[in-house]
């Protein structure tokens, strides 16, 4: 199984007035149109996901769906909330375990997914690893458990995404 997890583009300010729950805070118009960069440089690495599970709070889920959009999938979009700020590790990897599908894109929140990353590269939690808004990892996974099961592949920020593609 290859698993992708991209971290959120960039979005309004935490505490910003008009978004009184950090669940509601929409991406910047910059980062929406940071993130359709990032989608289509994506697209032009022949990257390819079965499913794009997602965060439901709004600026991860505007995130897949431009990414979905960009992909032109219109069927392999989900939301979980095991993927919100303050979402199980644990029943996600249930979750995603439930699947029988071989590339799956996970879009969510720091410092959950650097998080994930360490657990499943070295079976705890210690590693120090930053994900940029808009950064992607990319895993290799031989048999999916919360704990050591996965080879880290690759981890780049947008900007090398976008320089990539």
């Known amino acids: 199984m290859e698993l992708y997890l991209l971290r959120h583009a ?3 300010e935490k505490g910003t007035v008009e978004f009184v729950r950090d669940a509601d805070r929409p991406l910047t118009t910059e980062g929406a149109q940071k993130m359709r960069h990032i989608a289509k440089a994506m697209k032009d690495l022949d990257l390819s996901f079965n499913l794009i599970l997602s965060s439901p709070y709004r600026r991860a889920k505007q995130t897949a769906e431009i990414v979905a959009d960009v992909f032109g999938f219109d069927k392999v979009l989900r939301f979980s909330t095991n993927l919100a700020v303050d979402g199980d590790l644990a029943m996600l990897i249930k979750e995603i375990k439930s699947e ?6 996970l879009v969510g929140h720091e410092p959950n997914l650097s998080t994930l990353i360490s657990i499943l590269i070295s079976g705890h939690d210690g590693i120090d690893i930053a ?5 992607l990892c990319k ?3 031989d048999s999916l458990r919360l704990g050591k099961c996965a080879t880290l592949e690759w981890l780049i920020g947008p900007r090398q995404i976008i320089h990539s593609g």
Do not use: Y
């Not at 029988?100 to 894109?105: E, K, M, R, S, Y």
């Open 10 to 12: 960039v979005a309004a």
């Open 100 to 105: 029988t599908l071989q590339n799956i894109l």
């Open 139 to 141: 895993l290799s996974v």
């Open 131 to 135: 994900m940029k808004k808009g950064g």
